[in-house]
């Protein structure tokens, strides 16, 4: 069973998110390998690291979004 993973609500205008082109409404069900099921473990999975592997979907697809923290 694949976890719920963290809803994103907003992004702003030229934030890190932005510029990896993460949208409204994406949701991060992994980052790296490891799947993620809330807020709390995306924070858990990310404190210690600068650039970011996530595993998102949107729209019944799947990505793979390279970022920056």
């Given at each position: 069973?694949?976890?719920?993973?963290?809803?994103?609500?907003?992004v702003?205008?030229n934030?890190?998110?932005d510029?990896?082109?993460?949208?409204?409404?994406?949701?991060?069900?992994a980052?790296?390998?490891?799947?993620?099921?809330d807020?709390?473990?995306f924070?858990?999975?990310?404190?210690?690291?600068d650039?970011?592997?996530?595993?998102?979907?949107r729209?019944g697809?799947?990505?793979?979004?390279?970022?920056?923290?």
């Amino acid at each position: 069973m694949q976890s719920q993973g963290v809803i994103i609500l907003s992004v702003e205008p030229n934030s890190n998110a932005d510029r990896a082109r993460l949208k409204q409404g994406d949701i991060i069900w992994a980052v790296g390998n490891m799947e993620i099921s809330d807020l709390d473990e995306f924070k858990s999975f990310t404190e210690d690291k600068d650039i970011l592997i996530l595993r998102v979907k949107r729209n019944g697809r799947q990505l793979i979004i390279q970022m920056r923290k």
